[in-house]
């Protein structure tokens, strides 16, 4: 089993930033992905990054070059960078982790919200 505790939610203005992290604990030593993901209301919950265990990372369109998601070096956090935010931001985000050991797990994290005033 995995949990996750999610923080650096809050409000920000526009063109501000705000770094979000996600700690796992419990059974991390099969983590093979860590990534973010948020949902606003009457939206579907997208992708806004992840990272591998081995360092590759992806970003959604709409945030490259403005968010960065890093790992830390026991590979058990994971941190997201958002800089230069915009109003369309505002979304519950959400860590997910996965795991490999025989069958691929999926976990969540509760929700942290981040509220980006124009």
């Known amino acids: 089993q995995v949990q996750l505790v999610e923080s650096g939610g809050g409000l920000v203005q526009a063109g501000g930033s705000l770094r979000l992290s996600c700690a796992a604990s419990?059974?991390?030593?099969?983590?093979?992905?860590m990534g973010w993901y948020r949902q606003a209301p009457g939206k579907q919950r997208e992708l806004v990054a992840s990272?591998?265990?081995?360092?590759?990372?992806n970003y959604a369109d709409s945030v490259k070059g403005r968010f960065t998601i890093s790992i830390d070096n026991a590979k058990t956090t994971v941190y997201l960078q958002m800089n230069s935010l915009k109003p369309e931001d505002t979304a519950v985000y959400f860590c997910?982790?996965?795991?490999?050991?025989?069958?691929?797990?999926?976990?969540w994290g509760q929700g942290t919200q981040v509220t980006v005033s124009s």
């Open positions: 997910n982790v996965e795991l490999y050991r025989t069958y691929v797990e999926r976990y």
């Open positions: 990272i591998t265990s081995g360092g590759s990372t």
């Open positions: 419990g059974s991390t030593f099969a983590i093979v992905a």
